[in-house]
């Protein structure tokens, strides 16, 4: 403790203090106390306020301060005791919130929770105490006790009545019943216009409703008060984008980079904007210039790294992504971008460089593996790929998605028992694991190895992702080679209206229609799948080219 600041207080309360000796005086124990905590010498303020109450035991003063150092202290037991020796002193309805406060903070929610109901007792019309026990019911899960304490508040003269709509707000909301929630919000606002909690939830209520104008006025509302409020901004910021109000969200975004030119988000939201309206060029200036101010902020490089490679300028993406990696060499989200962008220019040797790299620089993350085994494979390699896959397995065994990756490059390679073998161990860790089950079903069903199983694995995977288009493909294939088509082409119809783009759905869909006696139809389908096979590097399915012209030579 600062020596010359306890002496002029001893100096101080001695003046003040006339005739008293200092024994006799129980202030100077209280200054020394708090100056003492203010300066975190909590042992010293202990003792000092201990004295203070042994000097003045009627005092709620002295007993809060000691309380509050104890708990500061972790000293819980004695934080208690002295807690209970106040409740026996003092009954007035604020010091029933106080030692609920003090039993809520040491985690002792029961206690608080009885005080309260205590407190209530005892003064059954204090609507202090009916709103903290409100806000304890409400905690505790019991939201009929809570609402009925609040509709009690809300007709009293409580001086955060806005608070109490608040909680109200939020009962209706774990009840299900937003536009309710709304309305009590709504009072709370009309109330308090400059909390957070309150504006962004009912702005949040009325977006989930679909009532964008009756947000975006909570936000202007709220604006008024204060006109640079993050929050505020940000959401308005967010109705606009949602409802198309490109130029307005470009006002707000742009206002909010100046308020704001350190975060991240606001940086982000900008670029995208820009990215949505044609107009990423113009951010590349403003980003530079704010780099050569700050040039080791990575996440402002990352942004002008996107806003390069927006704009196909894909020299000046990687140089920048680059540099930020120079900064941060560990940081995922940079290696990320780089490794995409060199994929993306074909530069794979590259890639795969940088992997490596940053698989020495952090062993533990075997991720890098994966993502090298996937480049390895676009680049042709698929050999290599298996290899590395099987690397990163070894470190992490359990990893049930590393063997499902591995029987897809094996699947590639031809070796398709060795390819199942992989499938059934990602199945083993994870039996719910719904991608290799139809992986797995689909393959026995091309193949027409075990249908009638592969039709089962099929319809497991449905029961983890009843709706996917493409689990619903596949289970529309194994009718279809079980001779069901009816119920293929009822499958069928269903996948047909989510996946219009797909050669292998366009084919399955033309091959049932063209069961169920529907040529011409299956002709258009089998031409539209040809079409799109013809702007494919590869064929999603070995043979697929000419499966669809056989049958389009057998439908003349």
Same mark, same amino acid.
């Given at each position: ?41 909590? +042992? ?21 301060? *000691? ?29 029933? /919130?106080?030692?609920? &406060? ?155 980079? +100046? %308020? ?16 949505? /309206? ?24 990352? /942004? %002008? ?19 930020? *990696? ?23 040797? &590259? ?75 990602? /199945? ?14 689909? !393959? ?12 089962? %694995? ?6 983890? !992702? ?8 596949? *289970? ?9 088509? +009816? ?70």
């Amino acid at each position: 403790m600062n020596k010359v600041l306890i002496l002029l207080v001893f100096f101080l309360v001695n003046m003040s203090c006339g005739a008293l000796s200092r024994e006799e005086n129980p202030y100077f124990y209280y200054v020394m106390c708090k100056y003492a905590y203010l300066n975190k010498d909590f +042992k010293s303020a202990e003792e000092l306020c201990e004295k203070t109450v042994s000097l003045m035991p009627d005092t709620r003063k002295a007993y809060k301060e *000691l309380i509050k150092i104890l708990i500061k202290e972790n000293k819980i037991q004695k934080a208690e005791k002295y807690a209970q020796i106040y409740k026996s002193k003092f009954k007035s309805p604020d010091d029933y /919130i106080f030692l609920a &406060k003090v039993f809520n903070t040491i985690g002792n929610f029961r206690k608080a929770l009885k005080i309260l109901e205590e407190g209530l007792k005892k003064n059954p019309e204090n609507p202090q105490i009916m709103f903290y026990l409100a806000d304890m019911y409400l905690k505790r899960g019991k939201f009929k006790n809570a609402e009925d304490l609040l509709k009690k508040v809300i007709k009293t003269n409580f001086n955060q009545k806005e608070q109490a709509y608040y909680l109200l707000a939020r009962i209706e909301i774990l009840k299900g019943n937003l536009k309710k929630a709304a309305d009590y919000l709504e009072k709370a606002f009309s109330i308090e216009k400059q909390n957070p909690d309150i504006f962004v939830l009912l702005g949040e209520i009325y977006r989930q409703l679909g009532e964008y104008k009756k947000a975006e006025n909570v936000y202007l509302q709220a604006l008024k008060y204060n006109p640079d409020d993050f929050q505020a901004l940000s959401r308005l910021f967010q109705i606009y984008v949602e409802t198309d109000q490109y130029e307005k969200a470009k006002q707000i975004i742009d206002k909010l980079a +100046k %308020l704001y030119p350190f975060e991240k988000d606001v940086l982000l939201k900008q670029f995208y904007l820009y990215l949505k /309206i044609n107009k990423v060029k113009q951010l590349i200036p403003k980003l530079k210039d704010y780099i050569k101010k700050h040039p080791n902020d990575t996440d402002a490089l990352l /942004i %002008l790294g996107m806003a390069y490679e927006a704009t196909g300028d894909y020299k000046n993406a990687e140089e920048v992504y680059q540099k930020a *990696l120079k900064i941060k060499p560990d940081d995922e989200e940079i290696i990320d971008k780089l490794v995409s962008l060199l994929v993306k220019e074909k530069k794979y040797q &590259k890639a795969i460089d940088i992997l490596q790299e940053a698989y020495i620089n952090n062993p533990q993350n075997y991720t890098y593996l994966e993502e090298m085994a996937d480049v390895e494979d676009l680049s042709g390699h698929t050999e290599e790929a298996v290899e590395t896959i099987k690397e990163a397995i070894e470190e992490n065994p359990k990893d049930e998605y590393l063997y499902f990756k591995l029987a897809t490059y094996l699947d590639k390679l031809g070796k398709w028992k060795e390819a199942e073998k992989a499938l059934k161990k990602a /199945i083993e860790i994870r039996p719910n694991f719904s991608d290799a089950l139809n992986y797995l079903g689909y !393959s026995y069903i091309i193949r027409n190895e075990n249908v009638d199983e592969g039709i089962e %694995l099929v319809k497991k995977a449905l029961k983890y !992702s009843p709706d996917n288009p493409a689990y619903l493909d596949s *289970l529309a294939w194994g009718y279809y080679k079980k001779g069901d088509y +009816k119920k293929a082409y009822e499958i069928i119809k269903k996948v047909i209206k989510k996946i219009k783009d797909d050669p292998v759905v366009l084919y399955h869909f033309g091959a049932i229609l063209e069961a169920i006696g529907e040529k011409e139809k299956a002709k258009e389908y089998y031409k539209k799948a040809l079409d799109l096979l013809k702007n494919m590097k590869e064929e999603p399915e070995k043979g697929l080219k000419e499966k669809i012209k056989q049958r389009l030579k057998n439908l003349k």
